[in-house]
C-alpha cells in the first residue's frame, strides 16, 4: 500500500469554497463508499472526496491539488474493473456525479454531447428519442458513466458488430492537472489534422487529465432486432459454430457464449426453463 497524501486544512477549506461545502466529504463513513470500486481485493481510502459542477470548477480542484502535489483520483460510478479508481495513495476523489446532463443531441450531424457524469443509458435514451443509436453497450450501462466509459475505453456485448467506445468519440473537454483546460477533436468523423489526442485521452482512465465533456457518433437505430437461441454438446462445437456464423458474413450484434455453469447460474436466478 503507498503512503498516504494528508490534506491540509487550508486546502480543504479551498475545496469548499470551489464546490460548495455540500459537496465535500470527509467523514470516514461517506469515504468508505469511494474506497474501492467493482475490482474485487483493491482498495485505498481516501482523504477527501469532492463533487465539482462543471469544468471550471474541475480545473481549480486540479490545479490546487498539483500545486500542494495531492494526487486527484476522478470517479464515475465506480462499476469498472480496473481498480482506475480506486484512491491507493489516499488524496482527493473527484466525483463527476454532479456533472450528469445530456448537452445536446443532434440528429442532422447524427452527434450528441453529454457532461462527463451522464449514464450511458440515458445518452441512449437521449438518442433513441430521435431515431438514433449509441452502440457500446458495457455491462453496467445503466449506471455507467459516459466519461468512464471513455475512461477505460468500455466495450460491452456489442463489441463484435459495433466496436468499442473509441470508435464512437469524436471530441472531448479535458482539465489538465496544470488547471489547464483543453478541447479535442470536433463534431466531424473525419478529423485528421494534428495529433489525435482525443484517442490518447480515451483509454487513459484519469492519468492524463480529467474528461468533463464528451461527444460521440450515433448510428441510425435498427429497424427491429431477434434473439436466437441454441445448445452445443461441447465448448469446441459452440467455438466451431462462431466460425462458421462469422465466416457466411453474419454479423449479430450480440454473440454471447454461457458455459454449463453460468446457465446453471442463470437458471437459478431468473426460472428461465
Known amino acids: 500500500m503507498l503512503e498516504r497524501t494528508r490534506i491540509p486544512d487550508p486546502v480543504l477549506a479551498e475545496l469548499q469554497a470551489i464546490a460548495g461545502p455540500e459537496n465535500l466529504r ?5 469515504l468508505a463508499a469511494y474506497a474501492r ?5 483493491i482498495h485505498g481510502l481516501p482523504d477527501a472526496v469532492v463533487a465539482p459542477a462543471d469544468t471550471g470548477q474541475v480545473a481549480r480542484i486540479l490545479r490546487l491539488a498539483t500545486e500542494h502535489r495531492i494526487p486527484v483520483v476522478p470517479r464515475g460510478a465506480g462499476t469498472n474493473l480496473c481498480a482506475g479508481t480506486v484512491p491507493l495513495a489516499g488524496g482527493i476523489v473527484l466525483s463527476t456525479v454532479r456533472m450528469n446532463r445530456i448537452l445536446e443531441v443532434a440528429p442532422q450531424e447524427m452527434l450528441a454531447r453529454a457532461q462527463t457524469g451522464a449514464t450511458t443509458q440515458a445518452l441512449g435514451d437521449a438518442a433513441a428519442a430521435h431515431g438514433l443509436f449509441y452502440p457500446p453497450d458495457p455491462g453496467s450501462h445503466t449506471v455507467s458513466t459516459i466519461g468512464g466509459n471513455v475512461a477505460t475505453c468500455a466495450g460491452g456485448l456489442h ?3 459495433y466496436g468499442v467506445t473509441r470508435n464512437y468519440v469524436l471530441g472531448l473537454t479535458v482539465a489538465l492537472p496544470t488547471g489547464e483546460i483543453i478541447r479535442t477533436g470536433g463534431r466531424l468523423w473525419k478529423d485528421v489534422a494534428g495529433y489525435d489526442l482525443t484517442r490518447l485521452l480515451t483509454g487513459s482512465e484519469g492519468t492524463l487529465g480529467v474528461i468533463t465533456e464528451v461527444t460521440v457518433a450515433l448510428l441510425p437505430k435498427p429497424a427491429t432486432s431477434r434473439t436466437g437461441l441454441a445448445y ?4 469446441a462445437q459452440a467455438g466451431q459454430a462462431v466460425a462458421s456464423i462469422l465466416a457466411a458474413g453474419v454479423i449479430p450484434s450480440t454473440l454471447e457464449f454461457l458455459d454449463r455453469r453460468c446457465i446453471d447460474a442463470v437458471e437459478q436466478y431468473a426460472h428461465l426453463g
Do not use: C
Open 37 to 41: 470500486d467493482a475490482t474485487p481485493l
Open 232 to 235: 452445443f454438446g461441447s465448448l
Open 159 to 161: 463489441g463484435l458488430k
Open 26 to 30: 470527509l467523514a470516514d463513513g461517506e
